[in-house]
């Protein structure tokens, strides 16, 4: 880990060009906005005001130029809560201009095992995401400059197999 006092937090103030996050995991419900997630589960209406926040951040650093993208690796058929994660809430971040991408692993190998959750910022800074194996956040550790060519790699290795959300929702997840 970074000995510096950097942060998650801080790497997203301070990134210049691209923010990239690869998403391995079929539940964050005990993550996040767990309200939401209960409301979707019981049929209700999409809360006024969901995602709010992030989408404000995300339309802050997309109107200034910069990239946010993510790719999910995953498999069908989608849990209740990936339904709920592309459903809800990448349809309502994609308004702030975050680019979601699919890496579907259903018939094929996954060309990334035992890659973390992680956030890579500019191909320069990581941090790797923490989970509980009940998809509770626990975390994040920036790692030393030193490994971001190697989270780089997977960046890249995930974009290169995964397609645009928009085209995999429509085919496989509505």
Not at 83 to 100: A, D, I, Q, S, V
Not at 132 to 161: M, N
Request: aromatic share 14%.
């Amino acid at each position: 880990m970074k000995s510096s006092s950097d942060s998650l937090g801080d790497l997203f103030d301070s990134f210049q060009q691209e923010a990239f996050r690869l998403e391995t995991l079929d539940d964050y419900s005990r993550s996040g906005n767990v309200d939401a997630y209960h409301a979707y589960l019981a049929g209700e209406p999409q809360p006024a005001g969901y995602n709010a926040d992030w989408v404000d951040e995300v339309r802050s650093h997309t109107e200034n130029g910069k990239r946010i993208r993510r790719v999910h690796i995953l498999s069908r058929p989608l849990t209740e809560y990936l339904r709920f994660e592309l459903g809800w809430g990448y349809r309502k971040n994609m308004t702030g201009g975050e680019e979601f991408f699919i890496l579907d692993v259903t018939n094929r190998p996954n060309p990334l095992p035992g890659v973390p959750d992680f956030w890579c910022f500019d191909s320069e800074s990581v941090a790797v995401m923490r989970y509980d194996d009940t998809g509770r956040y626990l975390g994040s550790d920036v790692l030393e400059a030193e490994r971001a060519r190697e989270f780089a790699r997977y960046r890249d290795t995930a974009l290169a197999h995964a397609e645009p959300f928009s085209e995999w929702w429509a085919s496989y997840g509505a």
